[in-house]
């Protein structure tokens, strides 16, 4: 992970695509600073030990708890607390950045095929995976 050096979001969003697919860009303190990109509704799920904080980066972001909907748009942002049903959604692409310790599940509770991401994949790492292979 890069340090003292300027981080540009905007750059670093541009660098994946895919969907629900967080991706780690630091980590001060133990805690996950990552990046995700989100598009349609995320599953219900809690994470039982750890809160979630999310900020808007780009686009309309939705968090939706079983009581209430958060409605965000850039530069606005949410803490999901611990314990807490939760889900994500946007309806056009969103870029969202988010804290929460290392090592969680994306999905929490449950198990998704399609939405479960591997944990606390490094950015800066599929970098090198390009440029080893000549890209
Ligand atoms: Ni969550």
Same mark, same amino acid.
């Given at each position: 992970?890069?340090?003292?050096?300027?981080?540009?979001?905007?750059?670093? !969003?541009? *660098?994946?695509?895919?969907?629900?697919?967080?991706?780690?860009?630091?980590?001060?303190?133990?805690?996950?600073?990552?990046?995700?990109?989100?598009?349609?509704?995320?599953?219900?799920?809690?994470?039982?030990?750890?809160?979630? !904080?999310?900020?808007?980066?780009?686009?309309?972001? *939705?968090?939706?708890?079983?009581?209430?909907?958060?409605?965000?748009?850039?530069?606005?942002?949410?803490?999901?607390?611990?314990?807490?049903?939760?889900?994500?959604?946007?309806?056009?692409?969103?870029?969202?950045? !988010?804290?929460?310790?290392?090592?969680?599940?994306?999905?929490?509770?449950?198990?998704?095929?399609?939405?479960?991401?591997?944990?606390?994949?490094?950015?800066?790492?599929?970098?090198?995976?390009?440029?080893?292979?000549?890209?």
């Amino acid at each position: 992970m890069p340090v003292s050096v300027r981080i540009s979001l905007a750059e670093q !969003f541009e *660098r994946f695509t895919e969907h629900w697919r967080p991706k780690l860009i630091a980590a001060p303190n133990g805690q996950a600073v990552k990046l995700v990109k989100a598009l349609g509704e995320f599953p219900w799920h809690v994470h039982a030990n750890e809160d979630e !904080f999310f900020l808007v980066h780009k686009g309309r972001f *939705r968090v939706e708890f079983r009581d209430h909907v958060v409605d965000l748009k850039p530069g606005e942002c949410v803490l999901v607390e611990r314990g807490t049903e939760h889900r994500t959604c946007a309806d056009a692409e969103a870029e969202v950045l !988010f804290f929460e310790p290392l090592g969680v599940l994306n999905t929490g509770d449950i198990s998704d095929d399609r939405f479960t991401a591997p944990i606390d994949v490094d950015l800066g790492s599929i970098d090198q995976q390009a440029s080893s292979k000549g890209e």
